[in-house]
């Protein structure tokens, strides 16, 4: 089984770029989907990105459209996720995950990493 492990997480200013990356320790199967989401304080975890293993166009959260970018390495085993122009509102806890469907819906998505705290203040 996948175990993904993130980091890159931290204290930026708003306008800000950060990137995050997350390590899949094992192989993960070709037709696997990886996602990126977030929680932050107070709020229930929401998605944030997507992309297919194997390539493919990659899906966004209306919220973060044209600042975020999903990406992945496919040799490092590796996702990232980068992100431009931060907002105070981007603050929260960012976890990647693993699943089979291409899908925003976190239900679908069995493999889930610790979690990165990203903190944007003004």
């Known amino acids: 089984q996948v175990h993904m492990v993130e980091s890159g997480g931290g204290s930026v200013q708003a306008g800000d770029s950060l990137r995050l990356s997350c390590a899949a320790t094992?192989?993960?199967?070709?037709?696997?989907?990886f996602a990126w989401f977030r929680q932050a304080p107070g709020k229930e975890r929401e998605f944030v990105a997507l992309v297919r293993w194997h390539g493919g166009s990659a899906f966004y959260a209306d919220s973060v459209k044209g600042r975020f970018t999903i990406s992945r390495d496919n040799p490092k085993n590796t996702l990232y996720l980068q992100m431009n122009s931060l907002k105070t509102d981007d603050t929260a806890v960012y976890y990647c995950?693993?699943?089979?469907?291409?899908?925003?819906?976190?239900?679908?998505?069995?493999?889930w990493g610790q979690g990165t705290q990203v903190t944007v203040a003004s």
């Open positions: 094992g192989r993960p199967r070709s037709s696997s989907v």
């Open positions: 995950a693993v699943g089979s469907e291409y899908t925003s819906n976190q239900a679908a998505y069995d493999v």
